[in-house]
C-alpha cells in the first residue's frame, strides 16, 4: 500500500469538501503521519454536527531495537566495557532510560555525544542482549498521534467523540450531540468501503 | 474646523525619520504611532489634506514609502470562537496582521465558548470588551451550513459593525446581523501566503476600508465635539507618565474616542480634568469609563450636537 493512495473527504458541498482536504493534509504533514496513513475516507455532515473518518496503516512499524541505530562492539576490555556509538541521535533519551534501567547509573557512563560505554559483568552475554533489546515502539505514539490528527482535523465543538484502533483499522467519529450507533456504524461502513485492492 | 486630515502610513528608515515628525508638526498633523524595528520605522500618522505632497517629497529625499492607510485611527476586534489551534494562529492572525498594514490598530479576542453549532455562545463580558471597538471582524469557518445558521447567535448584543470572514462565497445578506461578509478566508492549518489567499487578505482589508469610510461619513454629519487625534495630543502632553507606558500603541484611537493605556484608578481624574481649550476640560466633551480591557481608561467623544462645542 503507497501512502496516502486514498484520499477521499466528502460533503454536500464540494467546495468546503476540498477546503477539508486541505486542512486534513496540512495536519497529517505537520504530525508526520503521512507515512503511517495507507487509506484515509473522511464524510463530514455539519447539518448533524458529525465528522466521521476511516482510516487504513500501511502494515505496523517494526519496533526499534539498539541495532538500528547505533554499533555495540566491545570497547576496554580490562574494565569490562560495551562501547555504544550513536548512528542517529533520536533515540538516546529512550536508550539511556532503558540501561539505566538495567544496569544503573553509575556504570552507564556517557563520553561525548555518541559514545556510551557500559560496565558489564560479562561481555560476550550481554553484548548480544543490548544489540536486541528493543527501544522504541512506533506503535505506541502512533495512536496518540492519530487520535490527536483527528481531534485537530475534526471542527472543534465536536466533542463527543468515538474512536477504535484495531490492527491497522483506525475509525473516529465525532460529534457535538449524543453519539447515535448508527453513526459508528457507518464509521464500520466507510471503513469496509476503502478496504481491499 | 481643523483641516481635513488624511491618514497615511511612511515606512522608512530611522535615520533622519525625525524631520518627518518635525515637518507633521509644523503642518498641524498627528501622529498616532510609531513602531521602531531595528533600522526601519513605521509612522502612522494623520496629515493634513493641503500639505499632502509637502510629506510625500520629503518622503522621497529619504527613500522611505509612503502610502494612504484608510484604517488608521481605527481600533478592530479580531473574534476568533476560540483560542484553540482549530481556529488560531492561522488565517485569524494573517487577518489581524492585513488590517494592520492598512493602519487599524486590532485585538485579537478569542471567546471562552464560541466554538460549535449548538454550544457556541459568548459571554457578557466579552460582549462589552467587543462593543468597546470600532468594528468586530469574526473569522469563522468552512462550512456555509453553521456560517449562515448557527453562528451569527454570536453576534447577539454586538452593537458595532460586523464583518465575517468565511471560507464559502456568501451574500451579505445571508447571513443575519453580518453588515459585510468576506469568502475565501476560512479555517486553514498553514499560514496564507499563496497569491490568491494574500489576494482575499488585501481584498478583505478594502472592505473594512469601506465600512470605515461610511462610520466617517456617519460620524462627518454630527461630527464630534473634539478629534480623538487631538485628545491623543493633550494627554501625550499633558500626562508625561504615558512615555513610560510599554504596551504596544499606549494610546490607541478609535473612530469615536481612544483607548489610554493607564490604570483607571489611579489616572482617571487627571484624564477628565484635562484642559483642552479655554476651560473646557476633557470630561466637558467626553465620556471616561473603565475600559474592559485590563484596567485602562476608555474616552468615548461626544457629538456637537450633544455638548454644543466643536473644538
Not at chain 1, 566495557?81 to 539505566?100: F, G, N
Not at chain 1, 471542527?155 to 467523540?161: A, D, L, Q, T
Not at chain 2, 481584498?203 to 462610520?215: D, N, T
Request: aromatic share 6%.
Amino acid at each position: 500500500m503507497e501512502p496516502l493512495e486514498i484520499f477521499k473527504v466528502k460533503t454536500k458541498i464540494p467546495e468546503e469538501a476540498e477546503a477539508y482536504r486541505s486542512i486534513l493534509s496540512d495536519v497529517i504533514s505537520d504530525l508526520g503521519v503521512a507515512n503511517s496513513i495507507g487509506r484515509i475516507y473522511v464524510i463530514i455532515t455539519p447539518e448533524d454536527s458529525l465528522f466521521q473518518m476511516a482510516v487504513i496503516l500501511r502494515g505496523s512499524p517494526p519496533l526499534i531495537k539498539t541495532s538500528d541505530f547505533a554499533d555495540v562492539s566491545v570497547g576496554a576490555v580490562i574494565r569490562n566495557e560495551i562501547q555504544i556509538v550513536l548512528r542517529d541521535e533520536k533515540y538516546l533519551p529512550d536508550l539511556l532510560e532503558k540501561l539505566w534501567a538495567k544496569y544503573g547509573r553509575g556504570k552507564v557512563i556517557q563520553r561525548d555525544r555518541k559514545t556510551i560505554d557500559v560496565v558489564v559483568e560479562n561481555i560476550d552475554a550481554e553484548i548480544g542482549s543490548i544489540k536486541e533489546m528493543p527501544i522504541f515502539d512506533p506503535k505506541r505514539t502512533l495512536l496518540s498521534k492519530l487520535v490527536e490528527m483527528a481531534i485537530r482535523g475534526a471542527p472543534e465543538g465536536f466533542r463527543v467523540r468515538y474512536h477504535s484502533l484495531n490492527g491497522n483499522e483506525f475509525i473516529f467519529v465525532a460529534s457535538e450531540d449524543a453519539m447515535k450507533p448508527e453513526w459508528v456504524q457507518q464509521g464500520h461502513q466507510m471503513l469496509e468501503s476503502i478496504k481491499g485492492g | 474646523m481643523a483641516a481635513v486630515l488624511e491618514p497615511y502610513i511612511y515606512e522608512g528608515g530611522i535615520h533622519r525619520h525625525t524631520l518627518i515628525l518635525e515637518l507633521l508638526e509644523d503642518l498641524g498633523g498627528y501622529l498616532i504611532q510609531k513602531t521602531p524595528a531595528a533600522t526601519e520605522v513605521t509612522l502612522v500618522m494623520l496629515v493634513p489634506r493641503d500639505d499632502v505632497h509637502l510629506i510625500e517629497q520629503l518622503a522621497k529625499d529619504l527613500l522611505g514609502k509612503i502610502s494612504k492607510a484608510a484604517l488608521t485611527g481605527t481600533e478592530i476586534a479580531v473574534v476568533s470562537p476560540t483560542l484553540a489551534s482549530h481556529h488560531l494562529p492561522h488565517s485569524a492572525c494573517d487577518i489581524a496582521e492585513f488590517l494592520r498594514r492598512g493602519g487599524a490598530n486590532t485585538t485579537m479576542i478569542g471567546l471562552a465558548r464560541g466554538m460549535g453549532r449548538r454550544v457556541a455562545l459568548s459571554a457578557d463580558y466579552e460582549r462589552r470588551l467587543i462593543n468597546e471597538h470600532d468594528i468586530a471582524l469574526f473569522s469563522f469557518g468552512t462550512f456555509q451550513d453553521c456560517i449562515i445558521n448557527k453562528k451569527p447567535k454570536l453576534f447577539e448584543g454586538i452593537k458595532i459593525p460586523i464583518v465575517v470572514t468565511g471560507g464559502p462565497d456568501l451574500k451579505t445578506e445571508e447571513i443575519p446581523g453580518a453588515d459585510m461578509y468576506i469568502g475565501n478566508i476560512g479555517r486553514v492549518a498553514h499560514r496564507l501566503r499563496h497569491s490568491d489567499e494574500l489576494g482575499g487578505l488585501d481584498l478583505m482589508s478594502e472592505k473594512v476600508g469601506i465600512i470605515v469610510e461610511k462610520m466617517r461619513e456617519d460620524i462627518a454629519r454630527d461630527p464630534l465635539a473634539v478629534l480623538p487625534a487631538r485628545v491623543m495630543k493633550e494627554v501625550q502632553e499633558q500626562i508625561p507618565e504615558i512615555e513610560s507606558v510599554y504596551t504596544p500603541a499606549p494610546l490607541t484611537l478609535q473612530l469615536d474616542g481612544l483607548r489610554i493605556k493607564l490604570p483607571y484608578p489611579d489616572f482617571h481624574k487627571r484624564v477628565e480634568d484635562m484642559e483642552l481649550q479655554d476651560n473646557i476640560r476633557l470630561k466637558d466633551v467626553a465620556t471616561i469609563s473603565l475600559s474592559k480591557m485590563k484596567n485602562y481608561i476608555l474616552v468615548k467623544v461626544k457629538r456637537r450636537s450633544e455638548v454644543g462645542i466643536e473644538i
